[in-house]
């Protein structure tokens, strides 16, 4: 292709690129801000949130989305005791093997199995859900631009389409997704759990709640990450301050 067809086809491309980023901008809604207990860098997990988070993920969320980056024994982290987690495994049905003769088998699922979803295979979650697999949430606070605020913003983004806006019968309108036509229906209602410490199960608490137990799917050591940085910028200062007198002692003899 010669020089003049370059230009010329770039000429013809950037407006159309302009158009599609105006477009995409046009299109942007910010998300809902929420002041969560892991921001910041004393930040660190809200347990009780957290457990109710988990038990809206048992009750609602796993009927569709696995956990595959989490084992059940990294729930200790939240406070759950040993027969609590033990129990919490036991639900799983575990497919291993092979025995002594080549055989795969069933088994309950102990603590340092991954939380699978409900399938056993992404063509069979497909299958299932109209040619497109659910996807995992155990990176889901950290795979998507806004993190926690996206997944709490998309839970109560449901609402009627605007005027004009044709939904189809397989999708729902969402006021947060990309594009805003969601193949996931509402997944939360108003007393859709119950809770065990007698919090209101609103459709904006199960929201945060659940969002707050991602958050810790997605990094289980985010307190170890953080209390490791402490130490290391609390030794940065004192090695600071011990060189700094040590380069005054060095030279305080030294004539000027």
């Known amino acids: 292709m010669s020089l003049r067809h370059l230009i010329l ?3 013809v491309a950037l407006p159309a690129m302009t158009a599609s980023a105006a477009m995409a901008a046009e299109e942007h809604i910010a998300l809902k801000q929420v ?3 892991t921001n910041g860098i004393f930040g660190s997990f809200d347990r009780a949130a957290a457990q109710r988070g988990f038990q809206v993920y048992r009750e609602v969320c796993a009927a569709c989305h696995g956990l595959e980056f989490v084992a059940f024994r990294n729930l200790a982290t939240l406070g759950y005791s040993e027969d609590d987690i033990k129990a919490f495994a036991a639900e799983l049905t575990v497919t291993d093997g092979p025995n002594d003769e080549g055989d ?3 088994r309950p699922g102990r603590p340092f199995d991954q939380i699978h979803g409900p399938f056993p295979n992404e063509q069979a979650a497909a299958a299932a859900h109209g040619g497109k697999a659910p996807p995992d949430l155990s990176l889901m606070a950290k795979a998507r631009a806004g993190g926690p605020d996206y997944i709490y913003s998309l839970l109560t983004g449901y609402e009627d389409p ?12 969402n006021a947060y997704f990309p594009g805003h036509i969601i193949a996931m229906p509402p997944p939360l209602s108003d007393d859709q759990v119950t809770y065990a410490d007698g919090t209101s199960a609103t459709v904006s608490q199960m929201a945060r709640d659940v969002t707050e137990f991602l958050v810790f799917a997605a990094e289980p050591k985010l307190e170890d990450r953080k209390g490791m940085g402490l130490k290391v910028m609390l030794f940065l200062v004192v090695l600071t301050a011990l060189t700094f007198a040590l380069k005054r002692k060095i030279w305080a003899d030294v004539p000027h």
């Open 35 to 37: 002041d969560w207990p």
């Open 162 to 173: 605007p005027a004009g806006v044709e939904v189809p019968d397989t999708g729902s309108y």
């Open 9 to 11: 086809a770039a000429a």
């Open 104 to 106: 795969m088998f069933e």
